[in-house]
């Protein structure tokens, strides 16, 4: 009998483009067109058996151009960090789901000096993706579930960046 769930085990990735993200670096606010892509890997969630799956990001990472030159990089921390999000459905007739994307994350600014500065995200990313009719996704728009502070790792954690809106299309864009 199928569920409707991808298989557990899988590893399924997906193409992202976030159009107009909001980034607030040192005082600025700039819009940003970040494009890459994310790998999930499908295991069993023990909470819910029969009606989700846990994706647990084995790699993400979207990168674009800033007005003044520089680069961002938004990638993975770590891919052992045990967050996860998840696949559930929603309603069965006809299938639907939701999607639940938790991603630990660092910054990068990349300058044309050389001189990068990383920071890494206070919490991680959540990505919240209702209606899913389809997965892996096709072009289904996602939303942050909350702004996203980066801080530099030093003794004083301060946050260098907040990743504010985050509307990303996911998958056969």
């Known amino acids: 009998m199928s ?3 991808p298989p557990i085990g899988s590893e399924i990735p997906r193409s992202m483009l976030a159009m107009g993200a909001t980034l607030e670096i040192g005082g600025a606010t700039v819009q940003v067109d970040l494009r ?3 790998k999930e890997r499908v295991d069993v969630n023990p909470d819910a058996p029969h009606d989700s799956v846990t994706l647990r990001p084995v790699g993400f990472q979207v990168t674009g151009e800033l007005p003044d030159g520089r680069t961002v990089t ?3 921390a ?10 559930r459905i929603s309603r069965h007739l006809p299938l639907t789901y939701e999607l639940l994307d ?3 994350v660092t910054l990068t600014l990349s300058g044309p000096d050389g001189e990068d500065v990383v ?3 206070v919490d991680p990313l959540v ?4 209606d899913v009719t389809q997965f892996p996704t096709q ?6 579930e909350a702004p996203v502070a980066f801080a530099v790792t030093d003794a004083s954690s301060t946050v260098v960046a907040r990743l504010v809106t985050f509307p990303v299309k996911s998958g056969g864009i």
């Open 3 to 5: 569920t409707g769930l």
């Open 36 to 38: 890459g892509g994310i």
């Open 74 to 76: 938004l990638a993975q």
């Open 78 to 87: 770590d891919a052992d960090t045990g967050s996860a999000g998840a696949l």
């Open 102 to 104: 938790v991603v630990p």
């Open 119 to 121: 920071a890494s995200a």
């Open 127 to 130: 990505l919240v993706t209702e």
């Open 139 to 144: 072009g289904d728009l996602s939303s942050l």
